[in-house]
């Protein structure tokens, strides 16, 4: 079972680039690392998935070192509706399903 | 964009009674899944469901929850016997894809209190 770490919480001001590292020192081969954006009393929000390397959309860039053994969310320039929690997540497959297990999150607070 | 809709957002009910909570996942996704949050906690895994059957259960899932897939669109969550600690925000899920290849589209949630 891959067990994720990162911050709890993080602040930031507008127009700033936040990173968001987080651990994952037991990976499996097969496994991907997705991150999630959750506000209050809604569902969690897809923002980037990826294996190795890096990857980059539209939000969010996503950096992982050749080990895999962690991986950092890099929201460019963000702004006060970034304001939110940020889950990394690691596939688990587990009896061959597809759950995801949330661990606590890093809540982000960005200010003016 | 599609959307994954769920209903009812709020409800309120008494300890003991049944509660089924309806989702209607986007309509070519193939898994389903149940999470909860207690308020301030984290997002819990319940259920995942696949072609017509539970592919994998947490230990939360118990002999009182059950999940269905009546018809073509909703899938449920049925709570038998409700007790305080099931209030909770619970949300519905689907994904066209196994995990690793693909995201999971949530609902906005239902908020169960129990009193």
């Known amino acids: 079972l891959a067990k994720t770490t990162q911050p709890i919480s993080m602040d930031s001001y507008e127009g700033q680039e936040v990173n968001i590292t987080c651990s994952h020192n037991n990976i499996a081969t097969n496994d991907y690392i997705t991150w999630y954006q959750q506000f209050p009393s809604q569902g969690p929000r897809f923002i980037i998935q990826g294996y190795k390397t890096k990857v980059t959309n539209e939000v969010a860039s996503l950096f992982i070192p050749a080990d895999r053994k962690s991986s950092t969310l890099s929201l460019p320039r963000v702004s006060l509706s970034d304001t939110a929690v940020y889950y990394c997540?690691?596939?688990?497959?587990?009896?061959?399903?597809?759950?995801?297990?949330f661990g606590t999150g890093t809540q982000l607070k960005v200010e003016l | 964009e599609p959307e994954v809709t769920q209903t009812p957002s709020h409800q309120v009910t008494q300890m003991g009674q049944e509660v089924i909570l309806r989702c209607v996942p986007i309509?070519?996704?193939?898994?389903f899944y149940w999470y909860r949050q207690i308020l301030g906690q984290k997002v819990e895994f319940l259920v995942s469901f696949y072609n017509n059957e539970i592919s994998e259960k947490s230990e939360i899932f118990d002999d009182q929850f059950s999940v269905e897939r009546p018809d073509g669109s909703n899938f449920t969550l049925k709570i038998r016997s409700t007790k305080l600690e099931d209030s909770a925000m619970y949300f519905c899920a689907s994904t066209l894809k196994v995990y690793n290849t693909g995201e999971l589209f949530f609902g906005e949630g239902s908020r169960l209190t129990v009193l």
């Open positions: 997540l690691v596939g688990d497959q587990a009896g061959g399903g597809n759950k995801l297990t």
């Open positions: 309509s070519n996704h193939l898994y």
